[in-house]
């Protein structure tokens, strides 16, 4: 099926138990080669020209399009907008999948090391689920975690993000060179008018982690009316380093480093983590 319109889209797929979307298919494809998924019919959101794009709300919101791309998100007025999710796309994989891959598709698939996630996590970022007759709004969190998540005859429409306006970062470690999937990565914004840390790590478990009592505790450490030269020096370096392992230790418990076999693995996995916050935390606070 190849509905012309969203309104066509949300009809079909209430019209068709069992259907799925499918814009970019680099994550279906994957899961149905694999013999994962067998769906009963595609719905292509190829021709609804809307999906495919992102304008500004007022109240400082950016409504961004679920067949957004993430080659668009990496353009530079999409970059100046969102930073962080830009860095997202542009090491979510090689051209050929950037070019087609979207980012409600990567919503959607949920899957643990989708780099857009951690982004929208921290950012605080919502999806709306559109059904005939009306729609609602989720938070990310809350679809990714199962507390609310997509239901039968819905379909994901639109990403919200809120506008900092403030300096945010994102990270990832593949264990390779090159674009691949992420083995941990971090994403971190600043939000200066609450005075706040907001930070999620992506690709150490099912779902992005938000360590909150390091955020808290970080954002108690810095400077927030640093100006000019002062605000290199904005957090005292041992702050940041103790931030990188607080995050680190919340993300990857001692319990993982218990046992046989796999300590080694998640001690590589903490100090890697710990390392990516701390770098973020620094970069954000340039």
């Known amino acids: 099926m190849l509905p012309a ?13 069992g259907a799925v979307p499918v814009a970019g298919a680099t994550d ?33 919101t950016a409504v961004l399009g679920a067949g957004l791309t993430f080659a668009r998100m990496d353009r530079p007025d999409f970059a100046a907008l969102i930073p962080a999710l830009a860095d997202a796309a542009r090491t979510a994989g090689p051209p050929q999948i950037r070019n087609v891959g979207t980012l409600g598709g990567n919503v959607a698939t949920a899957a643990p090391g989708g780099d857009t996630l951690p982004v929208l996590a921290a950012l605080e970022a919502a ?17 990714l975690t199962g507390l609310d998540p997509v239901r039968p005859g819905e379909l994901l429409t639109w990403v ?28 971190l914004v600043l939000d200066p008018a609450r005075r706040a840390v907001r930070c999620a790590v992506g690709a150490v478990a099912p779902v992005p982690l938000r360590p909150l009592e390091a955020e ?40 993982a480093l218990e046992g046989e076999g796999a300590p080694a693995a998640a001690a590589r996995l903490r100090r890697t983590v710990s390392v990516l916050a701390r770098r973020a935390l620094g970069r954000a606070l340039k």
């Open 5 to 17: 319109s969203l309104d066509e889209a949300v009809e079909a797929l209430a019209a068709t138990p």
């Open 28 to 60: 279906l494809m994957e899961a149905v080669n694999a013999g994962r998924l067998r769906p009963a019919a595609l719905i292509g959101l190829g021709r609804i020209t809307e999906l495919r794009g992102w304008r500004y709300e007022d109240g400082g």
């Open 127 to 143: 999806v709306t689920l559109a059904r005939p007759g009306g729609s609602r709004e989720v938070p990310v969190s809350h679809l």
């Open 160 to 187: 919200r993000v809120p506008l900092l306006h403030a300096p945010q970062v994102f990270l990832k470690s593949t264990g390779r060179n090159g674009p691949s999937r992420a083995t941990a990565s971090v994403a």
């Open 216 to 255: 808290a505790w970080v954002a108690g450490c810095i400077d927030w009316d640093a100006r000019g030269d002062q605000a290199a020096d904005a957090i005292d370096p041992a702050a940041a380093a103790a931030f990188g392992e607080y995050v680190a230790a919340a993300c990857v418990p001692d319990a």
